[in-house]
């Protein structure tokens, strides 16, 4: 079994609690359905938003969607002039047997736009 990251971004509408944790929890639904992931196989989450998102940690969603064992860091992005504003991330760390290809990597709202060759982009 191996470690393998998923990667997952969107955009938040508004810098305000329900916004930040609505997004994130949307977006750590459509991880968990595209690979099929297992709570117990997490090995953590690391969560990033733009400088412009700072009412809520985004992590909230996952402990409201019942992960209440699983490691969860949340941290600010680079400040990068000129890159996506609003931008959630996620990187779910996850013990699998799937091969690189066969990860899912999620992007939807305004952040298609950072990784719009990934197969998984939705």
């Given at each position: 079994m191996q470690c393998r990251g998923i990667r997952g971004a969107t955009t938040v509408g508004t810098d305000t609690v329900e916004d930040i944790v609505s997004s994130a929890k949307d977006l750590l639904r459509e991880m968990i359905e595209?690979?099929?992931i297992q709570t117990e196989k997490v090995a953590s989450v690391i969560f990033t938003t733009t400088s412009d998102l700072n009412a809520a940690f985004p992590a909230v969603a996952a402990r409201q969607l019942g992960w209440?064992?699983?490691?969860l860091l949340c941290c600010k992005e680079m400040d990068v002039p000129g890159s996506l504003p609003r931008c959630l991330r996620i990187l779910v760390l996850y013990n699998t047997e799937k091969n690189p290809e066969e990860i899912v990597h999620v992007y939807t709202r305004g952040a298609v736009e950072l990784r719009s060759d990934l197969s998984?982009?939705?």
């Amino acid at each position: 079994m191996q470690c393998r990251g998923i990667r997952g971004a969107t955009t938040v509408g508004t810098d305000t609690v329900e916004d930040i944790v609505s997004s994130a929890k949307d977006l750590l639904r459509e991880m968990i359905e595209a690979n099929g992931i297992q709570t117990e196989k997490v090995a953590s989450v690391i969560f990033t938003t733009t400088s412009d998102l700072n009412a809520a940690f985004p992590a909230v969603a996952a402990r409201q969607l019942g992960w209440t064992d699983v490691a969860l860091l949340c941290c600010k992005e680079m400040d990068v002039p000129g890159s996506l504003p609003r931008c959630l991330r996620i990187l779910v760390l996850y013990n699998t047997e799937k091969n690189p290809e066969e990860i899912v990597h999620v992007y939807t709202r305004g952040a298609v736009e950072l990784r719009s060759d990934l197969s998984g982009t939705r």
